[in-house]
């Protein structure tokens, strides 16, 4: 046990980002608060500049995902068993996504860009129109979580650490 631990500067901004992130949702109504409130934990960072490069990566991937994702469900839909497709799907929206991170120069992305290919792939409802909202929802919410850590990490200046 480390009983000399102190809370630094950072898990302040991190616990102000999440608080931001609910807050939103909840004035605008959104029901889905996990993905902004991952994205501002994840891409808070030490600094201003690597928070925002820390995003930038998040948010391409998300997009590239997202679409990649998207397309390949378009591309899908109408063919039966779907479970089956998605067995076979998987790996080739993985390679996909990270041939599309690499061919434009966003190799830090391709993480990111597998885990929403594979939550848009997989997306239980078999309705596509559902698919294409989940998609932009998932790119508006992510990209709240970026925006909410960039702008606590610019200009929240607390001073002191808090002991534990």
Known sequence: MNKNYKLGLRAIKTA???FLCLLIAFIFNRTDTLFASIAAIICLQPTYNETFKSGLQRLVGTLIGGVVG????????KLPFKEINTLF???IAILTVIYVCNVVN???????????VLSVVMWPNGNISDSF???????LDTS?????????????FVKHSIKG
Do not use: E, K
């Open 70 to 77: 998207y397309l390949i469900l378009l591309a899908i839909y």
């Open 133 to 139: 909202l989940y998609v932009v929802n998932r790119v």
């Open 16 to 18: 102000i980002s999440v």
């Open 144 to 156: 709240m979580g970026i925006v909410v850590a960039m702008l606590v990490n610019r200009f929240t």
């Open 106 to 116: 966003q190799p830090s992305s391709v993480s990111i860009s597998c885990i929403v």
């Open 89 to 91: 799907v998987a790996p």
